[in-house]
Nanobody, 116 residues
Framework: QVRIVESGGGLVQAGGSLRLSCTAS????????MGWYCQAPGNERELVAA???????HYADFVKTRFTISRDGAKTTAWLQMDSLTVEDTATYLC??????????WGQGTQVTVSP
């Protein structure tokens, strides 16, 4: 029902930056939250950042001061500005959109690889 498309991943040197984009489209009443998870091989999926209509913006501790999430006025596009990237940030980043009243839709993920 809701299609999520991510882009912006790639290979970057440590200390560099990337900007991920996520767009939600399809049939839905309202998207109330969008955000990003990361998952490295063998690791649990971790919440990176979220932007909720009701709860504001939340960041994981390990990305605070380095990553910034933002959304457009229509609340259907989200960006994740990633600065001061480290090797530990290497992971697949998955965008999600919460469809009112509480259904989550996921993108396929975009790979971020940070080289030393």
């Amino acid at each position: 029902q809701v299609r999520i498309v991510e882009s912006g991943g790639g290979l970057v040197q440590a200390g560099g930056s990337l900007r991920l984009s996520c767009t939600a489209s399809g049939s839905f009443f309202k998207i109330t939250q969008m955000g990003w998870y990361c998952q490295a091989p063998g690791n649990e999926r971790e919440l990176v950042a979220a932007d909720s209509d009701g709860g504001g913006i939340h960041y994981a501790d390990f990305v605070k001061t380095r990553f910034t999430i933002s959304r457009d006025g229509a609340k259907t596009t989200a960006w994740l500005q990633m600065d001061s990237l480290t090797v530990e940030d290497t992971a697949t980043y998955l965008c999600y959109a919460e469809e009112h009243p509480g259904f989550f839709n996921w993108g396929q993920g975009t790979q971020v690889t940070v080289s030393p």
